[in-house]
């Protein structure tokens, strides 16, 4: 079972960038899909971007299309989120997960990092 662990979140302005990365241990990596979740205070958690276990197909929320960019690298056990043109509603909980081993892409994921804050002010 692979196992997750974000970084790279921290306090910036609106208009900045900023880099989250997800590293993962334990075997098999690339034969997961994942994508990155957004947690606030009184709410579920919300898929913000995936990426196929191959890192060839993505999906983004609305919000977050043009200016966030999810990529999976294979080789390093990575994935990351690069988020250009922060935005204040951008401010959250930024959570790694991985979904179910073997599948292509996925719609549910099963195993979660302890996630990275990330809170932009104006």
């Known amino acids: 079972q692979v196992q997750l662990r974000e970084s790279g979140g921290g306090l910036v302005h609106v208009g900045d960038s900023l880099r989250l990365s997800c590293v993962a241990s334990g075997p098999d990596f690339a034969d997961y899909p994942t994508a990155w979740y957004r947690q606030t205070p009184g709410s579920e958690r919300d898929v913000v971007a995936a990426?196929?276990?191959?890192?060839?197909?993505?999906y983004y929320k609305d919000s977050v299309e043009g200016r966030f960019t999810v990529s999976k690298n294979n080789n390093n056990d990575t994935m990351d989120l690069q988020m250009n043109d922060l935005a204040v509603e951008d401010t959250g909980l930024y959570i790694c997960?991985?979904?179910?081993?073997?599948?292509?892409?996925?719609?549910?994921?099963?195993?979660w990092g302890p996630g990275t804050q990330v809170t932009v002010s104006a």
């Open positions: 990426i196929s276990r191959d890192g060839l197909v993505t």
């Open positions: 997960a991985a979904g179910p081993k073997g599948y292509y892409s996925a719609y549910t994921y099963q195993t």
